[in-house]
Each structure stands twice: as C-alpha cells, then as structure tokens.
C-alpha cells in the first residue's frame, strides 16, 4: 500500500512539474522619457500565440506639459483602454492601468501612444503566458 501511494504522488509531483514547463511565460518592456516637449504617434504590436494565450498589460504614463493620448486594442479590435492625460497647472497627471490577467484569442493587441508637445514619460509591461 505504502509503495502505490508513493507511486502516486510521485506520479502528481512529476505531471505538476510538466504542465508548469509546459507554459513559457515571456514579457516585453517598452519604457520612454522626454524631457522636452515632443510631438510623436507611436503604435506597438503585442502579438498574441497562435491558440491563445494569458495576457496581461500594465500601462503607465506621467505628463508634466502638453498632452499624451494612449489607446490600447485588444487581438479583436476593441478599445481596452482610451485615456488623454494632461497636467494641471501645479501638477503632472499620472496614469497606471493594469488589465490584470486576461484570456485572449491569437492575434495582435496595440498601444498607440500620442503626443502633443508632451513632456513626460509612458512605460508598459507586456506578459504573454
């Protein structure tokens, strides 16, 4: 009895062990300043496994002049995220946006980054897994 409950958690420890290498988990780091006011259109291609995978997007922008625009579309084309950051007059606006882990279909999601005489800076962290 002792040698078959062996038997099995070996058995559980060695298919857990291959379904988690099974799953690659790889991330993209875009990450810009400017520190003087510029003016740029920006579209980035997250690409998304054939079949499918996880996906988690984490956006975040600081803009001390002008104005930034950020648009996010997902594999199918809808608008995930749409926001148009400018400062007050005494401070910088800051945007943090996490889509937290999302099931997505193969294809391709986009961050299209504006900017009119911006200073500031934009950063996003792409996981595929």
Do not use: C
Request: no cysteine.
């Amino acid at each position: 009895m002792r040698r078959t409950l062996k038997a099995a958690a070996i058995f559980t420890l060695l298919a857990a062990s291959v379904s988690a290498a099974e799953r690659r988990t790889s991330s993209t780091v875009e990450s810009h300043t400017f520190d003087h006011q510029t003016n740029a259109k920006k579209k980035f291609d997250l690409r998304v496994p054939g079949g499918g995978a996880r996906v988690r997007l984490r956006v975040k922008a600081s803009v001390r002049e002008g104005e930034v625009r950020l648009v996010v579309r997902d594999a199918e084309g809808r608008v995930r995220q749409d926001a148009r950051l400018s400062p007050s007059k005494s401070r910088p606006s800051n945007y943090d946006v996490d889509s937290g882990e999302v099931k997505s279909g193969a294809g391709v999601w986009t961050v299209e980054v504006e900017l009119k005489d911006a200073a500031g800076s934009y950063e996003f962290t792409w996981t595929v897994g």
